[in-house]
Structures are given as structure tokens and as C-alpha cells.
């Protein structure tokens, strides 16, 4: 495929979500992947679902993209081998087992440094690679709780909630394609490959953002407080006379503007510090001004205004959304077994000068051992 990794191989010993999010967003900018699968069963998440559409998991074909898949035993001897060779001629290698299990296969890092110098490889963990805590297990759900995201998630304190998709192991792969790309970058100069380690917890404190300091800076302990913004008011969802409306008023020159146009009194609400102290009585007074408008109408007068707003978009309507469309997020490709599938797509664009040079082909998420006759064919070239 082509892409700006077009001559990068990449061995995916990894499964589940966090390593196949990596090794797809490696393959979307167009590197070889060859997504090494357990005989029989697969990656773990071709069983989970419903739903399953063709027997297909929906969950599987959503981080499988531009793969190509072999089904290897790593415990017998002749399926270690064929892996061995394709660590030969690899870039890059991913895994995401607990932390031990690939010395007790024989094929710990030394022994793959061994045979590839210039190998580059990614291993994420659920809490890390040590520590006291090291060789826990690592399942999304457990981390968002461990690693504090689901105590600023939810309703008010007393409701934790988890974000509503994976997100420690959509934030771990991508740490770790971002961390991949520095240590293909760096073996350029050194011409000698690197070990990049990353967690789901260290992801997600990777994410706190002005929360974390607001702790470790100012002492504070951030606490869920459902949909409005912790630092920022008005910034938030409000209600209106048929449903409800996000806005963010970020700035002093936008409340300003901001009351004008809705015949609002900013006295007592005059700086972001004043509303966010008086957040209560803030909302009281713009559901107020908001309540004789209904979402259509409201958006138009804040787009009149020129405060950012938008509404709530369900799944379908953001993939039936023409701006969606435009830029690339979604994509067709033609499945083994299913036939056409569209997916969404990847995030990144490319252009040079005037011309978009973004990989527009893409393979579909193979079948279990789909390329596995073809890949030792290529491996006896």
C-alpha cells in the first residue's frame, strides 16, 4: 500500500484492542502488517459480540484494517520458526502480553534484538512493565477506574461512569504508533532498533490534562459533574424548548457577546471566575433565556453570534453527516467473506502542496489465516 510507511514490515503478535489499534493506525499509513493469529479461535475479539454480521464480529473489524493475517502456534517449534523469519526482515514488532510470557515462549527481547538489531518494539501492558503493581492484567474498564478517569466521568461524584468506548486502549495504541514512529525516526540516525513500553494506566494519566494539575499543582481533587465544564462557564450542554444544545464560551469577549444577543445580565456573572463559582445560578439563567427556542432555532442565533455551539449527534447521524464524509472517515473496502463493508476511517490527511496525498485504498480486516499460505510463500522468496 502506499503511505508515508510504505516500506516499514510490521509482526502483530498482539490482540484484542490496545496493540491492534497501534498496528492499525501503522497500516493505515501504509505499512505491511501481518497480524500473527492463535490456530482455530484467532484474535480474541473475532468471538466478541453480538453483533456479528456474516459470523463476522463487528468489534474485530473495527481495529483490524489493512492487516494481512497467519495463524501461528507459538508453542510448536515450526510456527516459532516461521515467526522468527518474519522478525528477519521486521521494522517493527507489537505485543501486548502480560508481562513474562514472551520469555516463556523463548522469544523474549533478547532473542529478538538477537537476530534483528534494527528491530523496533512496541509492548503495552495494563499498568505497566514494573513496578509493584506490573504484571496486573489490563482490561479498559478496570483502568479508566484504576487510573482516575471515571471518577471525573458521570452525572455528579457519587456516579462514576466509563467513557463509552475503550478509551485506555484506544489511547495506549495510539501512544504507542506515536511512540513507534519516534523510534523508527531515531534508528535512522542510529541505525540500531529501540523497545517502546507504554500502559492503558500510563495513557490515561497521559490524558489528564488540566486535571492532573489542577491536583498536583493546586491540591484540588477533580470530581465528576456530568456535562459542563470543570474550568469554563457557560461550557456545556443546555436545555432548550425540544431537547438541548452544547455551547462554549470560552473567552470574556464571547460572553459578552454571548448576552447581547440573548438579552442576558452578566452582573454578578461578569468573569469566567465569577460564573464558574455561581455555575448553578448561570445555568438557571441561560436554560432561561434558551427556553422559548427550539435546537434548530437556538443553533442559527449562536451561529448569528459567533459562539461555537452544536448539537448531540447520535452514531447514525454522524456517519450520515455530509462534513463526515468530506473528510475522509469513512471508507469502502471489499471483505473475504462479507463483500462491500464500509468502515470508518482514518483521522490523519496528507498533503503536498496543493495535492492530497492521503492513501485512499485500504485492505478489509482479513480472515482468520487469510495470508497465511501467501506470507510463507514470501518468506521462501
Not at 491492534?20 to 493505515?28: E, F, I, N, R, S
Not at 442576558?264 to 427556553?291: C, K, M, Q, Y
Not at 471508507?331 to 503536498?352: A, I, K, N, Q, S
Request: hydrophobic share 40%; aromatic share 6%; charged share 20%.
Amino acid at each position: 500500500m502506499p503511505g508515508p510507511l510504505g516500506d516499514v514490515l510490521v509482526v502483530d503478535l498482539s490482540r484484542a484492542l490496545a496493540g491492534p489499534q497501534a498496528t492499525m493506525m501503522l497500516g493505515d499509513l501504509g505499512a505491511r502488517v501481518i497480524k500473527v493469529e492463535a490456530p482455530g479461535r484467532g484474535d480474541d475479539t473475532r468471538g466478541w459480540g453480538p453483533p456479528f454480521v456474516g459470523g463476522e464480529s463487528t468489534y474485530f473489524l473495527s481495529a483490524n484494517r489493512n492487516k494481512e493475517s497467519i495463524a501461528l502456534d507459538l508453542k510448536d517449534a515450526t510456527d516459532r520458526d516461521v515467526l522468527l523469519r518474519l522478525v528477519d526482515r521486521a521494522d517493527v514488532l507489537v505485543e501486548n502480553f502480560r508481562t513474562g510470557v514472551l520469555e516463556r515462549l523463548g522469544l523474549g527481547i533478547d532473542v529478538l534484538r538477537e537476530r534483528n538489531p534494527r528491530l523496533v518494539v512496541l509492548s503495552i501492558t495494563g499498568f505497566g512493565h514494573d513496578g509493584p503493581e506490573g504484571g496486573r492484567a489490563g482490561y479498559d474498564q478496570i483502568a479508566q477506574g484504576e487510573a482516575g478517569l471515571m471518577s471525573l466521568t458521570g452525572s455528579g461524584p457519587d456516579d462514576p461512569q466509563r467513557a463509552g468506548v475503550p478509551i485506555g486502549d484506544l489511547l495506549a495504541g495510539m501512544y504507542g504508533a506515536y511512540g513507534v514512529l519516534a523510534a523508527l525516526h531515531e534508528r535512522a540516525t542510529t541505525g540500531v532498533g529501540s523497545v517502546v513500553r507504554t500502559s492503558l494506566l500510563a495513557a490515561i494519566v497521559g490524558v489528564h490534562a488540566f486535571q492532573g494539575t489542577r491536583f498536583t499543582v493546586a491540591g484540588e481533587v477533580g470530581r465528576a459533574q456530568g456535562n459542563h465544564h470543570p474550568s469554563i462557564a457557560p461550557y456545556g450542554l443546555f436545555h432548550c424548548a425540544d431537547g438541548a444544545v452544547q455551547i462554549a464560551v470560552g473567552s470574556e469577549s464571547l460572553w459578552q457577546r454571548f448576552c447581547a444577543a440573548f438579552g442576558i445580565d452578566p452582573d454578578g456573572l461578569t468573569t469566567n471566575a465569577h460564573r464558574v463559582a455561581h455555575r448553578d445560578r448561570l445555568i438557571e439563567v441561560v436554560e432561561s433565556a434558551f427556553a422559548g427556542l427550539t435546537g434548530a432555532e437556538l443553533l442559527a442565533r449562536l451561529a448569528e453570534a459567533g459562539v461555537p455551539a452544536g448539537k448531540v449527534r447520535t452514531l447514525d447521524e454522524v456517519y450520515a453527516w455530509d462534513q463526515t464524509a468530506s473528510q475522509g472517515l469513512l471508507v469502502d473496502v471489499e471483505h473475504p467473506t462479507l463483500g462491500p463493508l464500509r468502515l470508518p476511517g482514518p483521522p490523519l490527511r496528507f498533503f503536498t502542496g496543493d495535492q492530497e496525498t492521503t492513501p485512499r485504498a485500504h485492505r478489509p480486516p482479513p480472515a482468520l489465516d487469510e495470508h497465511g499460505a501467501a506470507v510463507r510463500d514470501w518468506l521462501d522468496t
